[in-house]
């Protein structure tokens, strides 16, 4: 079955960018799009489509796939975005989630 | 406004069977594509099942398949997940999620305050 693997955590200093990494066989040939979760809540997807973001999702998120690795950035990252963040892709017949990171920011 | 509204998460004993179901508004129902994702508390999400528009195409995650079966009705604009044979490893979070799509394999843009399903003896 198809895996996505990220990094359990990442962190960051309040202004500075944060890369999370989602890494798949041959994942940018495919679409790939991210969810936040912060504790207590229901995921809010932030990305969609590679690099898409839903109407309402700040500037500072983006994203791209390529190769084998979709890659989530934000850029002056702030502390309400301190979550956890899961990719998504999925195959033939089935969905995949990432295992999630926790992006601290301290 | 789009609502998704779980109900039918319960305390259940291994081998029995429980149906989650799923009411949804806001959205034409029967264009989309619904999913049903688990998550045990403190840990990573994890996609159950999904289905088509129409019902014509589903899928199950390696885990549950065999065991729980997802269906729909527009006319009622619910989601449904009959869960059988439970296990202690099913215990989690259930969330209900609107797919962006009518075809399942797509993201989700909105998800539900989910249920929870705990199996334990």
């Known amino acids: 079955s198809y895996e996505l693997t990220q990094p359990p955590s990442v962190s960051v200093s309040p202004g500075q960018t944060a890369s999370i990494t989602c890494s798949g066989d041959k994942l940018g040939d495919k679409y790939s799009c991210w969810y936040q979760q912060k504790p207590g809540q229901s995921p809010v997807l932030v990305i969609y489509r590679d690099s898409k973001r839903p109407s309402g999702i700040p500037e500072r998120f983006s994203a791209s796939n390529s190769g084998n690795t979709a890659t989530l950035t934000i850029s002056g990252t702030q502390a309400m975005d301190e979550a956890d963040y899961y990719c998504?892709?999925?195959?033939?017949?089935?969905?995949?989630f990432g295992g999630g990171t926790k992006l601290t920011v301290l | 406004e789009v609502q998704l509204v779980e109900s039918g998460g319960a305390l259940v004993q291994p081998g029995r069977s429980l149906r989650l179901s799923c009411a949804a508004s806001g959205f034409t129902f029967d264009d989309y594509a619904m999913h049903w994702v688990r998550q045990v508390p403190g840990k990573g999400l994890e996609w159950v099942s999904g289905?088509?528009?129409?019902?014509?195409?589903?899928g199950y995650a390696d885990s549950v398949k065999g065991r729980f079966t997802i269906s729909r009705d527009n006319a009622k604009n619910s989601v449904y997940l009959e869960m059988n044979s439970l296990r202690a490893e099913d215990t989690a979070l259930y969330y209900c999620a609107k797919c962006w799509t009518g075809s399942y394999l797509n993201n989700f843009d909105y998800w539900g305050q989910g249920t929870l399903v705990t199996v334990s003896s």
């Open positions: 289905i088509s528009w129409n019902s014509g195409s589903i």
């Open positions: 998504q892709a999925w195959d033939s017949t089935t969905v995949v």
